[in-house]
């Protein structure tokens, strides 16, 4: 800039009308683009100075994590992950927030407004609160989502140890617990593991049905020294009671077991799965329903009229079948009705209504509803997933939503619950992870040979045959329970 346009910029007395709103707004501009040019040029420059280096200093850290996002994802998301990180994070945003708001509110003052025309003074002063009220305040609405972060981290993940994937893959203990006032302590009714492949997202869930009997223990876990005959006692011994008799008899655990209902509920499943478990999250049904509303709601194809309340409750409507958009008292009826309908296709629908909420929580929802969904699990979410280890997490899950999902679910006429064969569920298990791994079929085969394990709906698993020396799985064609668009 010649200095002539210095001077212009610095003494709007010595120029023409037409010139002083051309100033005014080529302040603001400065002062967007690169604040504290605007100081420099036409106020005090120490103030400035100290504000471009601030910026530069912000903007070449915002490039090295974006860089480093691009290229490490899960470091960049476990660093954030840490609450001292976030909060620091939280000081830092809302520093640069009230100081972006200064730098507008003093280039106010150097545009000379009582040297502009009236329209042009109102003209600049709605331009610079406008751009206060997008700077500084998308910088205020980022410290706020680092507080809550903080908070929603603290509360609910763990700072224990990193567990090590097994044979390639973490193994995620999936519990949806009821403890109404109508329900005595916790039972468990949705379990499920998902084994996500820690090198490409590729996920296999199983669902084990909350009236699965005779379980015998792991030699050499807890359970096996407790129960050293199994839980074996016919209809008072379901997989989904084991929760609340070890709360019950915590006493007989080592010392320093957290939490007794999960150890005897995860040996459980370690031992019908034939998987070792690294990780677990259990969903109470009452905050599901406050998360779904947070997201906006899940899209779910419903396959029959499914009743609201029923039991010992009356029936006060129905969900009904097509596609819908359930909030979530209706995703949470969905997902927990058993009027006129089986424990199984109950499971089907818990399914249907987990893989919508994966497949639908994308992250544009997760930033433009991020408050909510935040406030929302930390009353819903309990885990003992490291805070540390959520980027690794974050990643797979990202990866996993773009990729099949297969899925099993336990229940006749694949096993009958109270009497099967302990070997065909980990055969089951096993043979469905290896092919979660390979390519999926194209053309007209690819529908049958990948609907039974796919999930939830056109397809019911019905028998057995001969493959490769072990027992697969044969399709046959059913109603569907309910599907995900």
């Known amino acids: 800039m010649g200095r002539g346009g210095s001077r212009s910029l610095a003494s709007p007395e010595l120029i023409s009308p037409r010139l002083r709103k051309r100033r005014a707004f080529s302040l603001l501009a400065l002062t967007l683009i690169a604040p504290g040019t605007a100081q420099i040029v036409a106020g005090n420059r120490t103030t400035g100075r100290i504000a471009l280096k601030a910026f530069l200093g912000a903007a070449g850290t915002l490039l090295l994590a974006g860089l480093l996002l691009w290229i490490r994802r899960a470091l960049v998301i476990n660093l954030l992950a840490r609450p001292l990180v976030l909060i620091v994070l939280a000081l830092i945003l809302a520093v640069l927030a009230i100081g972006w708001a200064y730098l507008f509110v003093d280039t ?5 407004p009582a040297l502009l025309p009236p329209p042009t003074r109102r003209w600049v002063a709605g331009v610079t609160s ?4 997008v700077t500084s305040g998308t910088l205020a609405w980022g410290a706020n989502a680092a507080r809550i972060s903080a908070a929603t981290f603290g509360s609910v993940f763990s700072s224990g140890t990193v567990a090590s994937p097994s ?3 973490y193994n995620i203990l999936l519990l949806g617990g009821d403890s109404g006032a109508d329900r005595v302590g916790m039972r468990p009714d949705t379990i499920m593991v998902a084994s996500v492949d820690v090198f490409n997202g590729r996920t296999a869930l199983f669902g084990f049905a909350r009236d699965t009997e005779n379980i015998n223990f792991r030699p050499g876990s807890v359970m096996a020294r407790l129960m050293p005959g199994g839980w074996n006692c ?4 379901l997989l989904n009671a084991l929760y609340q008799w070890g709360q019950e008899n915590a006493s007989q655990f080592p010392e320093g077991t957290k939490d007794p209902g999960l150890v005897a509920t995860e040996e459980a499943v370690e031992s019908l799965s034939g998987l070792d478990i690294q990780y677990y999250a259990m969903v109470d049904l009452k905050g599901f329903q406050r998360f779904i509303d947070a997201v906006g709601g899940i899209e779910v194809n419903v396959g029959k009229a499914t009743p609201i309340g029923g039991g010992s409750s009356p029936v006060k409507g129905y969900i009904q079948p097509g596609t819908q958009r359930l909030d979530g008292y209706h995703a949470l009826w969905y997902a927990r009705s058993r009027e006129g309908s089986t424990n199984y296709e109950r499971m089907e629908r818990q399914k249907c209504v987990i893989t919508a909420m994966l497949r639908q ?12 969904i935040a406030g929302a699990a930390g009353s819903t979410l309990v885990t003992d997933i490291p805070a540390g280890q959520l980027g690794t997490m974050g990643d797979l899950a990202l990866r996993a939503r773009s990729q ?3 899925s099993v679910n336990f229940v006749p006429p694949l096993i009958n619950p109270w009497e099967y064969d302990p070997q065909v569920i980990r055969d089951t298990v096993r043979r469905t992870i290896e092919e979660s791994g390979e390519a999926e079929p194209t053309g007209p085969a690819a529908t049958a040979a990948a609907s039974p394990l796919a999930g939830a709906g056109p397809v019911r698993l019905t028998a057995a045959r001969q493959w490769r020396g072990t027992s697969t799985l044969v399709a046959e064609t059913a109603a569907p329970v309910c599907s995900v668009p």
């Not at 106010?108 to 000379?112: D, E, H």
């Not at 016919?234 to 011994?237: H, I, S, T, W």
């Not at 930033?367 to 909510?372: A, D, E, M, N, S």
């Open 108 to 112: 106010w003052r150097l545009t000379r």
């Open 130 to 133: 406008a751009l206060i009220l």
């Open 167 to 169: 044979n390639g893959r």
């Open 234 to 237: 016919g209809d008072q011994c």
């Open 361 to 372: 929580l994308d992250p544009r929802t997760v930033i433009t509803k991020f408050q909510g």
């Open 404 to 406: 099949p999902m297969k």
